[in-house]
């Protein structure tokens, strides 16, 4: 997905109009048509408005390559988790479910990957003792609900690379556009683990179902609630809402 695509998304799932981000974010509206439609890339400042007034984190809109250490919200650390684990600097650890193949949240750990390790000592002061190890002992255990979130996405990840992995290219069309599907979802659902815990679903006034969108239609709210990706979302994040 495209920033301008995020950002879209991230807008709808709202059920808010181009004209409510721009009034919200100060930023005139046709700069969002503009953002949307990717004619135009806003700058870092824009993109934290637009995060913020959505209430995802930065790098849900930017991506996860870009480059981020502003942690004001829970959404924002998942991203920073996200960009550590997939440049190698941590990886994941824990139990699998034997069925599911998802991580069991009370094991899921954060191991810090030995690129980085190799540099660290560890000590751990109790009030009467200090205990000391290398960097590779270490384990960090995150709260609940990110450990919930970061589960999530590693699934979606390794669906899609195993999808990759199943077929060579040059793809028949029929699996091109199923990639390009799984590849949007696997976007939203990495969109959806930073959403911030301070998130208040569907505040009123973003429920406009008469103000047109830059193409002419209108937000559904019955349409967008019964889509099957709001559905699929519905279920695997109904525990953060």
């Known amino acids: 997905m495209t920033i301008g695509d995020r950002i879209r998304y991230c807008r709808t799932r709202l059920l808010m109009t181009q004209s409510q981000l721009a009034e919200r974010t100060g930023i005139h509206p046709v700069s969002i048509r503009k953002y949307e439609t ?3 890339i806003p700058q870092p400042e824009q993109i934290r ?3 913020d007034v959505l209430c995802v984190s930065y790098t849900a809109i930017a991506g996860l390559d870009c480059a981020n250490l502003d942690i004001k919200e829970q959404g924002d650390f998942v991203g920073f988790i996200m960009q550590l684990q997939k440049k190698g600097l941590v990886s994941f650890t824990g139990t699998r479910d034997s069925q599911n193949k998802l991580y069991l949240e009370d094991t899921f750990r954060i191991r810090i990957s030995p690129k980085i390790a190799q540099y660290l000592t560890i000590f751990v002061k109790n009030r009467s003792t200090t205990v000391n190890a290398n960097g590779d002992q270490l384990e ?4 609940e609900r990110v450990t919930h979130n970061l589960i999530v996405w590693e699934a ?7 999808a990759i992995n199943s077929y060579t290219e040059p793809y028949p069309d029929d699996v091109k556009e199923g990639l ?12 959806e683990a930073q959403v911030n815990s301070a998130f208040v679903w569907l505040p ?7 103000e047109p969108d830059s193409k002419g239609t209108t937000a559904n709210k019955k349409t967008s609630e019964d ?13 953060n809402y």
């Not at 009123?204 to 008469?210: A, E, I, K, L, P």
């Open 38 to 40: 990717n004619k135009t």
């Open 49 to 51: 408005r637009i995060a």
């Open 140 to 143: 960090i255990q995150l709260p």
């Open 156 to 162: 979606a990840t390794n669906i899609y690379n195993n």
């Open 180 to 191: 390009r599907i799984l590849a949007d979802t696997v976007d939203k659902v990495e969109i």
């Open 204 to 210: 009123n006034d973003f429920r406009s179902s008469n």
């Open 227 to 239: 889509s099957p990706i709001a559905q699929l979302l519905k279920g695997i994040f109904s525990t």
